[in-house]
């Protein structure tokens, strides 16, 4: 039967997009009849619209559908494994001793926020570039110190960021395309460098972790030298109730379960290695930053391809939200501010204390996991200040603006749906949908630390620079 | 000032809920400063920093929740500690009220497994990428919004056709499926004739007429004003006259339109003529000839139309009470009226009602003008200024920039209505009221205050003042069709029974007789 006579024997079920007393009439003859939040696309930028229409020619959409198609299949088919630790100046290219990495796209130091700018001058001081603090700052701006951004060095860095030489870095292979991602240790606890802090307490915690718990690691994972498959443990973890971003309690379990045998197998004194379990244990976040390499080693792999409006980086440095899309390959960065952060604050202090949005972290939510994939996590639900019921709803919109989803990640209480994949930069531009990141919150100034976490959005404006990039480019 | 700690022992809570009471216990009076959180290294570490540590809260091991607390001193701080502690218990119920909110008809309908049409009324400049995705989704579509361009709607009824799926408008807002009024709609009985419109008033006038003489509407299906052009070649009309055909609820067919293209007229009558249903079309300025020759029902006027249907449907022709033209009225209102005036200005909010009423003054006067007359010659040079027989829709592109629809808001035309009562020359004022869904609650109450300022004037000025009033509703609308109708007699209002009527009446009303 065709579908007009299909409709003429069913009972009518709307969707009312416009006018709200045109779903109301229909409600009041008993219909079922869902009126859409619906904004413009493109914000209602018609310029932004006829680049859009532009792309939607049937020869440009079938170039960019083939080319994301690619781009995703490669996050997907990627197998990062964790292979070892080892300091920075040792592995990750690039480095040098006078280099100073950090979140973010790029930044100089005059326009660092309090935070970096807090970070900065604790690794001047850890990495013995300065005697303290004061001298520290005058280091930072006599331009002995090379500033650049994690990302530009097959890294990622949680919050400022901030990795000096003598840091020990995670190793994450991705075992399909032979890419490598680098990011350091977590501090653990919330008055840590990558916060802003850096009083003395925080240089002797960064002085152990060189001296002990990297070296440790370092030598444990020689004993394994097949690695860890990082995939299988982020699966688990999302079904043990972790988004991976902001909960990591189980990731953190199961990684410190996959760490143990090869531990205790190393030559460290017994004290040492209990030293090393105790810290492990002492926060949820230890597996934090190893999930944002094995996201990074992913996305990497996925960056580059001609024609494809993925978007494989977002980071933000504090100041500026920064974004990368497949199709324009190299650091090509798209920016616009970094926005606040809403959520709950620590005890004494209120959102007034916070910085801005900073951190390599959303390469997670770039990844599928995080913010993406909340309905994961209903007990971190009230980071949301909201229900359930919301976080669900923001695993579900993210399929909005995403490509795919990951069948080797997935959401049990959503019927085992696969985490929301694949930016596409073209999506988010239609429906205004921007992607939702969960994150901690540092204090403004230098010197605090964490005050809290929340929920931000990258701004728009860096996808619409994007979009005009990527037009231009395949009009070449 | 004072701090104090509650420690309790072998109690977890996760730590971001504890964040969220945290901030919770910061809002109760008194509390300078709360922290609750597991009596972990860096939830301690916390405390300290801003100096709220205690030896309770040093003690404090991993399992248990700590509560620290500082006032101002003024309330006993014991109470207020309780109070933090009630917090722990409380529960958020709101979650099971929310309901889920869609942004995007992808994600509604991906959602939304059973929805079956899509009704579209945003902004012309967005509307055609709206309607686009919706077919993509395999909905029907009924497209409200009006400022589409012909080379969209083009498109959008070549997708629609290819899937087999209905795109209804634009420029037309009228639809009733399966009983189901759509946007602008006449609550009128379910029955066994369907309408095809390609004028939106005109086929609610239609469906109307037909609940008047006691039959009623299988479906009614809105085309788009614009689907009897060349360019658009009557897509929806001939998929809905195949879709008529075949549906075992319809037995009698009426198409409704404006003047069509002549091309897309003969396509359509072409499809006719091979339908084995009987077929009634109303065409304005329609070709009598082509359509019999189709084997079609031709209709002059609106009325005409909908008691041929409602006779092919089974009515009985001596039981109908086809509101014959009130010829007494006619004279009486001629009797009233002045030498001086001879001019009919209607002002419409229904677009297809003031073309009915605009025929009806052309087929006996050659001084007619409007903003929608057939004839480019003679479009008003100012639409704001009337000239000799006028008729203003009210409802044209025009009139509507940045304002809602006059179905909506009737009081767009007061200021035009009073001018025209105040011109000597003027012998009638025709004036529609539409009632039905998504039409103005109390249209005649909208306009009423303006009746009366006007007769007010006329009666001071020593002339009479004729206004015509026609009310498009059936008993079952909303708006109170009888009431509606009252009011306008009570101000003295003539009341005019169907769109045919009014045009007929009006061009009467002003006759002189043969020069």
Redesign the interface.
Known sequence: MNKINELFNNEIEAINIGIEFIQEDLVKQGVKATHLAWTPPAHGNTELIRLLDQLNTPDKKKKIEEANKEAVDRILKSQPVLIGFDQAINVVPGMTKTTILHAGPPITWDKMNGPMKGAVLGAIVFEGLAEDLEAAEKVAASGEITFSPCHEHDAVGSMAGVTSASMYMHIVENKTYGNVAYTNLSEQLSKILRMGANDQSVINRLIWMRDVLGPMLKEAMEFNPEGIDLRLLLSQALHMGDECHNRNIAGTTLLVQELAPYIVQTSFSTQDKKDVFEFMASSDYFSGPTWMALAKASLDAAHGIENSTIVTTMCRNGVEFGIRVSGIPGFKWFTGPAQKVIGPTFAGYTLEDSGLDIGDSAITETFGIGGFAMAAAPAIVPLVGGTVEEAIGYSKQMREITTTENPNVTIPVLDFMGVPTGIDLLKVIETGILPIINTAIAHKNAGIGMIGAGLTNPPFEAFEKALVALEEKMNE | MSVKALIKKNTYL????L?????EA?QIEGVK????GMG???NK???R??G?DTKDIEEAKTGDLMI?IETDGEKDISQTLEQVEQLLTKK?K???E?E?????????????E??????????G??AA??ARK?LDE???VML??DNVSIEDEISLKNIAHN????MMGPDCGTAI??N????FANNVRLGNIGIVGASGTGSQEMSVRIHEFGKGI??LIGTGGRDLSDEVGGIMMI??L??LE??P?TDVIVLVSKPPAKRTEEKVLAVVKELSKPVVIWFLGGNEKAITNANAHYAKYSKEAAIQAVLLAGAKEDELNKRALNLPLIKEVQEKLTAEQKYIRGLFTGGTLCDEAMFAAMEKYPNVYSNIHPNPEFHLEDINVSKEHTFIDFGSDEFTQGRAHPMIDPSTRIDRFLQEASDPEVGVILLDFVLG??AHEDPVGAMLPAIFEAKDLAEKEGRHLEILGYVLGTELDEQNLELQIQKLEEAGVTISSSSQNTGLLGREFVWKGAQ
């Open positions: 996760d730590s971001i809920t964040m969220s009471i945290s901030n910061n400063q709360a922290m609750i972990t290294e860096m570490e916390v405390i920093n801003v709220m620290v958020d709101k979650q099971s929310s889920t909110i869609y942004h995007t008809i992808h994600e509604a309908a991906t959602e939304l059973k929805a079956n049409i899509a009704v579209i009324s945003v902004s400049e967005f990428r709206e919706a395999n909905l029907h409200f919004s899937k087999g799926l209905l499926i399966n189901i009024g759509l946007c299988s479906q998929d809905s195949h879709a075949a549906d609820k869904y998504g």
